[in-house]
């Protein structure tokens, strides 16, 4: 039996990117600013004072970023839909020019052969919404439901995969518990009143999907396997409870219609009793998981590290990233196999994995040498097709990113880009990490 890898015959290879981070024009035509657009603008919270104000300018230079996917070969391309762009006041009036944007994008990439995948939410709410409460107002349920309907009845019939949430677990940790993120609040309190109401609109979107869509619809969670740092009973402990806090947190209320229980002992006191009926709204039935997958964390018991009480150990032979994230490709088999066994074989779509290393500027030729980013995507196909053969339900793949973009609160500095670009004359140009995955994606992995 020849040991080539070959992946699933439809296998699907994409690469990701969020609107905020890549489309500039945050209020051009009629576009609401979001809570991105006042977090950025607030000094302080994103490194060299960048903003999205213009970022990779993608909501002027759509077709030409397309034309860059179809040169790449991609089959699939995950992006998000900035909500304030589409119904500016978060609620009611569609702004006609910013539907049009995404609709314009859908055709061109069903053009050339793309498919859509579309993120509903990625961190960028609308401002007005949090200034009534946001995450923290049940009512956002019912103001995400109306702005999914809204998508899905202009979009369904050429979109056939949508994610409702990126990431529930950033926002409530980023935005709320840990203020490093928009809304930047620092509550323990809030924290998981977000989470909940986050899971709530999901199961409100979705039901409203089961009302009016024809296609699939999933979650997109970020996972992070958690190993304990010593065999000591503390340190096994911490690693559980960090495992219930990033992972559990989200998914076993989706599937099995309630918390970990770990949870109480993560928030104690500032753990809420939650009403039965939420369980029924957020436990709709999904067609995929979609799952964001980076590194590990090596975990131990640390007392004064509120409120999970866990901290990553460096692991001194290790690879990093330029964010700090070990380079461990057997956390996201060991992922991938864990979702399979808690709840029941998903079909699953990695809809991120990828690296920021410091990549070299442009050399002469036009080309880009990012080996170590090379070999990071390597080293993870081979993981997937791993799990793969073991059954587990794997359908497809995206990068992050397409494009080097602002990357939160760290702005440009960090690249994460299969595509370089540069910011001060918007040039993009293929890395060697590009033409490597388009010969992953022409030989459906045989290459790796
Ligand atoms: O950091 C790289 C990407 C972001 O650019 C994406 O917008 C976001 O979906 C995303 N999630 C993760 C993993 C979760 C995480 C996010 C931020 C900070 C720490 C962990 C990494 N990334």
Same mark, same amino acid.
């Given at each position: ?124 709410l ?7 409460g946001g995450w923290l107002n049940?009512?956002i ?27 529930p677990?950033?926002v409530s940790d980023?935005g709320y518990l ?5 809304p930047?609040h620092?509550n323990?309190f809030e924290a998981p009143i977000a989470a909940h109401n986050l899971l709530?609109a ?126 461990? #490709?057997?956390? /996201?088999? $060991?992922? =991938? !196999? %864990? ?59 995206? #990068?992050?990113? /397409?494009? $080097?973009? =602002? !990357? %939160? ?40």
């Amino acid at each position: 039996m020849s040991n080539a890898i070959e992946f699933p015959k439809n296998f699907l290879w994409g690469a990701s990117t969020s609107a905020y981070q890549i489309e500039g024009s945050p209020l051009a035509d009629g576009a609401g600013p979001s809570i991105w657009q006042r977090f950025a603008h607030s000094p302080g919270n994103i490194r060299d004072g960048d903003t999205g104000d213009v970022a990779c300018d993608h909501y002027r230079r759509s077709a030409q970023d397309v034309a860059l996917m179809r040169e790449i070969g991609l089959q699939a391309y995950r992006f998000s839909i900035s909500w304030s762009r589409v119904m500016p006041s978060g609620r009611g009036a569609v702004n006609p020019v910013g539907i049009g944007f995404y609709d314009e994008l859908v055709d061109r990439l069903l053009a050339q052969g793309i498919k859509p995948m579309v993120t509903l939410f990625h961190w960028d709410l609308p401002e007005t919404l949090d200034n009534q409460g946001g995450w923290l107002n049940r009512d956002i349920a019912d103001w995400f439901a109306d702005y999914a309907r809204v998508m899905f009845e202009r979009l369904d019939d050429r979109v056939t995969s949508w994610a409702t949430l990126n990431e529930p677990w950033v926002v409530s940790d980023g935005g709320y518990l840990n203020g490093t993120l928009a809304p930047g609040h620092h509550n323990r309190f809030e924290a998981p009143i977000a989470a909940h109401n986050l899971l709530r609109a999901h199961g409100a979107a979705v039901k409203v999907y089961r009302e009016v869509g024809k296609h699939e619809i999933g979650l997109v969670v970020n996972l992070e396997p958690k190993y304990p740092a010593s065999e000591s009973a503390a340190d096994q402990q911490a690693a559980a409870r960090g495992h219930a806090y990033m992972n559990g947190q989200f998914l076993d209320p989706v599937f099995f219609g309630r918390y970990p229980e770990k949870m109480k002992d993560v928030y104690g006191d500032a753990w809420p009793e939650w009403p039965a009926e939420d369980f029924e709204l957020i436990r709709q039935r999904l067609d995929f998981i979609g799952v964001n997958y980076y590194t590990r964390s090596v975990t131990r018991d640390e007392p004064s590290a509120l409120p999970v009480r866990a901290v990553a150990v460096r692991q001194p032979l290790a690879t990093y990233t330029e964010t700090g994230w070990e380079v461990y #490709a057997r956390g /996201l088999s $060991d992922t =991938l !196999e %864990w979702v399979a066994a808690r709840y029941g074989n998903p079909p699953l779509y990695i809809t991120e994995n990828g690296a920021a290393f410091f990549d070299p500027p442009v050399a002469e030729g036009g080309r880009v040498h990012d080996p170590l980013r090379i070999d990071y995507y390597q080293k993870h196909l081979r993981a997937i097709h791993e799990v793969i053969q073991k059954g587990v339900d794997v359908r497809g793949y995206c #990068a992050w990113s /397409l494009l $080097d973009n =602002l !990357e %939160w609160a760290h702005g440009f500095s960090k690249r994460f880009g299969i595509v370089h670009v540069n910011f001060a004359t918007q040039e993009r140009t293929l890395k060697d990490s590009a033409y490597f995955y388009r010969e992953v994606i022409a030989t459906n992995g045989a290459v790796l």
